[in-house]
């Protein structure tokens, strides 16, 4: 498809850009900002529900048997289920529809000059399938047995047993809900690959893509090429829970190994589908408002094609006491420690780009940095991990709890709000407020480190993760490691009580927060040439690039020309 086609407004199929019912404005929408909306405001009411589950698991932690208020009494079926539901619900239906759809949505049409996505209708549907999987998730707590309580990782032989539960209707559900997700985003990285590189504006080298966009495409690359081995792997397990196969059932002659290997053949490149947005998107707000462009651009580019290649041969490192062989135990520490090499790359081109950096610190820009703080200590603790022989002793502790979310909770949360308040201005048209901002910003940073430096320490003692009550555990339950627990549960009351003050500042904001001028950080990049909010179409007059990258701008137009990046 030529530049040309995309830029021409007709699209031949209805999707013009003319006032619209209600209907087709919110409900089936084409237009990509507002499928990016029903991305957002879905996965921000899935965060919701991901954060009550935790709330409760965390009370019955720190305070064993107790009734939890607005739930009850937490029974270790339940315990189960609240645990899983947190998992699957933040990963599959927070940080993917945020970061990669509502996002990837957003942005590349706005940052690369298009007036819209090239498959609108297939963006379309891949939200319908995206909701529909959220629905079927969401009935899955109300079937007779419950929900799904065996980890987000399903290990069989537990979730291969339709007598898991009562019917293994729940099991089964929230199977069908993970697979038709993977459905929708399959959808949706067609879109963002074939929009990015088919519909730039003209001028617009593959160099000159903004940073963020090339990450979302290289995500959707990474989960496409990943996630086919998972789906055929899930569709076995279904029949093993419904059809009485046995594919993993040792019993019978099944390999419960095998889903490993199809689950982090798949689980370990998705780690890379949503860190890599989330680095994208902080590579945008420091360049922004360190008022430079970023130190080293397609040495961030090839480091993140090489994560997402080197990402599909570290995915043993979640085996090594699967009983696998040794000399492959070797062999995934070697890779796992090699994919650290380009993370970090990227993490110091980032902490050059700041050097000499006129910086100004907005609340986006607060997120940003400490994204790069909080990550690299994610980082760090994974080489624990990687290592076959001191991953022989974290295994299964709560240290793999904490790393993980040093390395998540970053990517989902730290990236996501600074990419909120970041775009903002742009997605509603009105300022937020800076002062609610930073107090959000701060508590929320804080708490975090009080929930997981201590889950370290106790992972460190020897806590093994998935156990309900360490009552239970007469070695664990000393009064060190409960206080330990209960300082956690405290923080992390205080960190869910912080976001209202982000909700509060969300709402308030949209309602009536200052107007917001086109530019209003004055960035380079082009979504920023667009009318805030952009409408439907997004340019008034379709953009042309006549420079380089981060610095794009018609000769006529006044451009907000960053010095310290004049050529010497
Ligand atoms: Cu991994």
């Known amino acids: 498809m030529s530049t040309q086609e995309t830029h021409d407004h007709g699209h031949g199929d209805g999707h013009a850009h003319e006032p619209q019912s209600f209907l087709s404005k919110y409900i089936f929408p084409l237009d990509h900002k507002m499928i990016a909306m029903q991305y957002l405001f879905t996965g921000m009411a899935m965060a919701l529900i991901g954060g009550f589950t935790v709330y409760v698991f965390r009370m019955q932690l720190a305070f064993p048997g107790a009734h939890v208020p607005g739930f009850g009494m937490v029974s270790p079926d339940r315990y189960n289920m609240l645990v899983t539901s947190h998992g699957t619900i933040m990963i599959f239906w927070v940080a993917m529809p945020v970061l990669i759809a509502a996002l990837g949505n957003y942005l590349i049409p706005l940052m690369i000059g298009a007036d819209d996505m090239v498959f609108p209708r297939i963006n379309r549907l891949s939200y319908q399938i995206f909701l529909l999987s959220a629905l079927v998730l969401i009935s899955s707590f109300f079937v007779t047995g419950g929900a799904f309580g065996g980890a987000w990782t399903a290990y069989p032989p537990l979730s291969a047993r339709g007598d898991y539960n009562a019917t293994g209707l729940g099991s089964s559900l929230w199977l069908v809900a993970v697979a038709l997700e993977f459905v929708a985003f399959l959808l949706g990285g067609i879109n963002f690959i074939t ?9 617009m080298k593959l160099t000159d893509i903004p940073m963020v966009v090339w990450m979302i495409v290289l995500a959707s690359i990474m989960f496409m090429a990943s996630v086919g081995p998972l789906v055929a792997g899930a569709i076995m397990l279904l029949f093993d829970q419904q059809l009485g196969t046995a594919f993993f059932d040792p019993n019978r002659g099944g390999d419960p190994v095998l889903w490993q290997h199809l689950f982090w053949f798949f689980g370990h490149p998705e780690v890379y589908v949503v860190l890599l947005p989330a680095m994208g998107i902080v590579a945008e707000v420091i360049t922004t408002f360190a008022r430079k462009k970023l130190f080293a651009y397609k040495t961030v580019l090839y480091t993140a094609a090489a994560t997402g290649i080197i990402g599909f041969f570290v995915w043993a490192h979640h085996q090594f006491i699967a009983g696998i062989d040794p000399r492959m135990a070797s062999l995934f520490t070697i890779t796992t420690l090699i994919i650290s090499v380009p ?21 986006p820009m607060l997120w940003a940095l400490a994204f790069i703080a909080e990550f690299l200590l994610g980082g760090v603790t994974g080489i624990f991990l990687g290592a076959a022989g001191s991953d022989i002793y974290f295994h299964d502790t709560y240290f793999v709890v904490a790393h993980f979310h040093y390395t998540f909770f970053p990517i989902a949360f730290i990236a996501t709000f600074a990419a909120i308040t970041y775009w903002f201005p742009k997605m509603f048209g009105r300022m937020m407020d800076e002062r609610l901002g930073k107090i959000h910003f701060w508590i929320t940073i804080i708490a975090f480190n009080f929930i997981f430096i201590p889950l370290f320490l106790t992972g460190a003692a020897g806590d ?15 009064p060190t490691l409960q206080n330990l627990r209960i300082l956690a549960t405290y923080a992390l009351l205080v960190m869910i009580a912080a ?60 451009l907000d020309y960053w010095p310290q990046n004049e050529p010497a």
Do not use: C
């Open 499 to 558: 976001q209202v003050i982000f909700f509060v500042n969300f709402f308030k904001s949209l309602k009536s927060g200052p107007k917001a001028e086109k530019n209003p950080w004055k960035a380079n990049t082009l979504e920023w040439v667009a009318p805030s909010p952009p409408p439907h179409g997004n340019f008034e007059e379709m953009p042309t690039v006549y420079r380089g990258p981060y610095e794009y701008g018609h000769p006529d137009r006044e």
């Open 343 to 363: 993370v970090a790359e990227m993490l110091f081109v980032y902490i050059a780009t700041l050097y000499g950096g006129s910086i100004r610190l907005t609340t």
């Open 464 to 478: 093994h993760r998935r156990i309900y009550n360490y009552q239970h555990f007469p070695e664990q339950w000393t």
């Open 195 to 203: 929009t990015a590189m088919n519909a730039r504006a003209p001028g």
